[in-house]
């Protein structure tokens, strides 16, 4: 009788909890993309606009005086943009290069201790950065690299565990066959690397170098730690700077913000299926 | 390791120009190994190892930067025990943890049934919810500062349109930290996508055989989906817990601490002890409790998990 009851259910159920679900999606889908929106809007009002209630969402009349307003201003955007780029693309280069000779060395060569020191570079994983913030700043201090951008990339050229436990993790899958036939034909560790294991491993390369992006795009601590005159600055410090003087110009900020976005957009777009294999695999947050 | 070393000599073996000597090309192995490693061994000493150690002996020390230290014996870290900030700090990063985690996870949660399945539909929604958590940043946290303006940002504006008075927000001792909560999980896209690998890992045959019982869909989500998932929210878990001691970017433009120090966040008492008021001594002494709270969370976490997750299928 139940198992009845049950059968006669299904048709009519399973239509009901999927409109449910849509319902829900919709509805949480425009509160995730509200804000985005919101700031758009506001970047493109004139300042009185934006105190103005209820708001409106698409402004009358349009503005972009905002936007030209970042170029050349008294607030050198151009310049905390630049000095962004410069961070991450010297970061990509220090990142994949370092990660991918290290990944390679725990995937496939033998020494002695690799596998103590494997599960060293697990353990300091899991280091706050927090905790070995003073000396390292120390460090930089001591070689006179404060105020420049080498603190921010530098370290890059010298592995990074979570990318390198992620590159080795998709090594150890490269069959071996490739390599002996190579190694038969006379091929050296480095040309294995470069001409088996790189071509072979673009997507985890990939994912490594969105989340190398990412994260030093959105990078505040080193930046604020390291940065002090305007000219120096990056995107994330410029800003923090550019919020906290004399009030707040909302719509100026906003179109700080929007552009301080839209790079991160562009490459989510792109290449949104390597930052979720990234994610997945190692837990690791955007 | 004596085994991984033999099956080196396997493939050497097979090498036509194997004359040369065996403990030649163990000597060759290691220093190719080394060299490759070399990158990151000079990293973990030079930036890790080092930091480590020299931020427990500077805890020991009173030091500005600019005059020489002093040695003042465990004195930062009797002091810590007397100052009302370090407990205040440590109290709203342990209140924020308790709030926000469990519903991140929660929010995650719900967003990955949500999106699970195939179809355009949801792939489409899949990424509108992972997108905030790649944006995270300064930016986002200036543009949340104006979404949370009492008089013209858009949640007091929404909170009226359906006839709620909103809360003063950021500037109120009360409503800062809620702030900061609700803007947490806009940002939780991540682990969506870590719960959604692992919902979808779960096999249809499990689900056939709730329902077979009669299992309602409360039923599945209790009684198949949740033990499925519990090694990966106890990993989320740990990861959120340890997340939330370290919060600085956020807090610093939201609030910076105040007002009143309601948002006074445990590594933002640390930037400010070293990097306002030069006490690098005490900041380490902060740096190194960070450091232990954050062992033993995870120690803790790992003994209990034997308890009450369910790892694998067939075990």
Same mark, same amino acid.
């Given at each position: 009788m139940a198992t009845l009851t049950a059968v006669n259910h299904r048709p009519v159920r399973i239509p009901v909890s999927e409109i449910v679900r849509y319902v829900a999606l919709a509805g949480l889908g425009i509160l995730f993309v509200l804000p985005f929106i919101w700031m758009v809007s506001t970047s493109l009002k004139e300042t009185g606009q934006a105190? /103005? $209630?209820?708001?409106? $969402?698409?402004?009358?009349?349009?503005?972009i005086k905002n936007y030209e307003s970042l170029?050349?201003?008294?607030?050198p955007f151009d310049r905390f943009y630049l000095n962004t780029v410069i961070v991450v693309i010297m970061a990509e280069i220090g990142t994949l290069t370092s990660c991918t000779f290290v990944a390679y060395s725990f995937a496939r060569l033998k020494w002695w201790g690799r596998e103590v020191w494997f599960v060293v570079l697990l353990a300091t =994983? =899991? @280091?706050?950065f927090q905790v070995v913030m003073i000396p390292v700043y120390i460090i930089f201090r001591t070689l006179g690299? @404060?105020?420049? !951008? !080498?603190p921010l990339f530098i370290p890059t050229f010298f592995g990074n565990p979570f990318y390198i436990f992620l590159m080795r993790q998709f090594f150890m899958g490269i069959p071996r066959d490739l390599e002996d036939a190579a190694r038969v034909d006379g091929a050296g560790s480095f040309r294995i690397l470069w001409q088996i294991f790189v071509p072979l491993s673009k997507p985890v390369l990939l994912t490594v170098a969105m989340f190398t992006f990412v994260g030093h795009w959105n990078d505040f601590l080193g930046p604020l730690l390291y940065l002090s005159s305007v000219d120096n600055m990056t995107i994330s410090v410029g800003l923090a700077m550019f919020q906290g /003087?004399?009030?707040?110009n909302w719509p100026a900020l906003m179109a700080a913000a929007t552009l301080a976005t839209v790079p991160i957009l562009v490459m989510f777009t792109l290449f949104q299926r390597y930052f979720v294999k990234g994610i997945v695999l190692t837990g690791m947050k955007g | 390791m004596s085994g991984s070393l033999q099956s080196y000599e396997t493939t050497i073996q097979a090498?036509?120009?194997?004359?040369?000597?065996r403990w030649q090309m163990v000597i060759r192995s290691n220093f190719q190994g080394y060299l490759f490693a070399s990158p990151w061994l000079f990293g973990f000493f030079v930036f890790t190892l080092g930091p480590f150690i020299a931020s427990l002996v500077i805890s020991l020390h009173q030091w500005d930067i600019l005059t020489p230290m002093q040695y003042v014996g465990l004195r930062n870290f009797e002091r810590m025990l007397q100052d009302n900030l370090f407990w205040h700090s440590l109290r709203v990063t342990v209140v924020y943890t308790i709030f926000a985690v469990p519903l991140q996870l929660a929010m995650a949660m719900l967003l990955a049934v949500l999106v699970n399945g195939n179809g355009a539909v949801k792939l489409f929604f899949r990424a509108v919810f992972f997108l905030p958590s790649v944006t995270a940043g300064v930016a986002v946290a200036v543009l949340w500062r104006w979404l949370f303006?009492?008089? +013209?940002?858009l949640i007091n504006f929404l909170l009226d349109a359906i006839g709620i008075q909103g809360p003063p927000w950021l500037s109120s001792p009360a409503w800062a930290l809620p702030a900061v909560i609700v803007m947490s999980l806009w940002g939780v896209g991540s682990t969506m996508l870590i719960f959604l690998a692992s919902l979808q890992a779960i096999p249809d045959y499990l689900y056939e055989a709730a329902e077979i019982d009669g299992a309602n869909m409360l039923h599945k989500f209790r009684f198949v989906t949740l033990p499925m998932m519990s090694s990966t929210i106890f990993f989320t878990l740990v990861m959120g817990i340890i997340g939330s001691f370290q919060i600085f970017t956020q807090i610093y433009i939201l609030t910076n601490g105040g007002p009143?120090?309601?948002? @006074? +966040?445990y590594v933002l008492y640390l930037y400010q002890q070293a +990097? /306002?008021? $030069?006490?690098m001594g005490f900041a380490s002494a902060l740096a190194w409790v960070l450091f232990l709270i954050v062992m033993v969370v995870t120690l803790i976490q790992f003994r209990l998990a034997g308890r009450w997750v369910y790892y694998e299928l067939g075990e």
């Open positions: 105190y /103005r $209630f209820p708001p409106e $969402f698409i402004p009358q009349p349009l503005t170029w050349g201003g008294p607030i =994983m =899991m @280091l706050p690299w @404060l105020d420049t !951008l !080498l /003087r004399g009030g707040a | 090498q036509p120009s194997a004359q040369i000597p303006n009492p008089e +013209f940002g009143e120090n309601a948002t @006074l +966040f +990097f /306002r008021s $030069f006490k």
